[in-house]
Nanobody
Framework: QAQLVESGGGLVQAGGSLRLSCAAS????????MGWFRQAPGKEREFVAA????????YYADSVKGRFTISRDNAKNTVYLQMNSLKPEDTAVYYC?????????????????WGQGTQVTVSS
C-alpha cells in the first residue's frame, strides 16, 4: 500500500552530477523523516543522508558531506538527493526510506518503509 519509488539513477563520469528522486504513494509522509542509503556489491548497506519532516535539520555521512544535498517537497510527497562531484566509490544501488521520528535517523532499523532502489554507476 504505502510505497516509495526511486528514480534518476544512471551512468555518469567521475566529477559529474545526478539528482535522485523518491516519490511516495499510498500514505502522506509529511510527518516522517526521510533518508537515503546505498549498497555496493559485496558490501553492507550504508547510510548516506537524512532529513526531518520540517525540511530543516539534515545529516550526512562523512563520505558524501559537501557533495550531496538532501531535500524534500512535502506538497509533492517527494524527497531528493542531489549528487555532485561524483566518485567511482559512489557506485551503488541507492535506496530511499521513511522513518516515524522527530529527529534525523541514521540507522536502518529506525526506518519502516523502503523503496526498491535505483542504480548509480560512476566511471573513472
Amino acid at each position: 500500500q504505502a510505497q516509495l519509488v526511486e528514480s534518476g539513477g544512471g551512468l555518469v563520469q567521475a566529477g559529474g552530477s545526478l539528482r535522485l528522486s523518491c516519490a511516495a504513494s499510498g500514505r502522506t509522509f509529511s510527518m516522517y523523516s526521510m533518508g537515503w542509503f546505498r549498497q555496493a556489491p559485496g558490501k553492507e548497506r550504508e547510510f548516506v543522508a537524512a532529513i526531518t519532516w520540517s525540511g530543516g535539520p539534515t545529516y550526512y555521512a562523512d563520505s558524501v558531506k559537501g557533495r550531496f544535498t538532501i531535500s524534500r517537497d512535502n506538497a509533492k510527497n517527494t524527497v531528493y538527493l542531489q549528487m555532485n562531484s561524483l566518485k567511482p566509490e559512489d557506485t551503488a544501488v541507492y535506496y530511499c526510506a521513511a522513518a516515524p521520528t522527530g529527529y534525523v535517523p541514521t540507522r536502518s532499523y529506525e526506518y519502516n518503509y523502503w523503496g526498491q532502489g535505483t542504480q548509480v554507476t560512476v566511471s573513472s
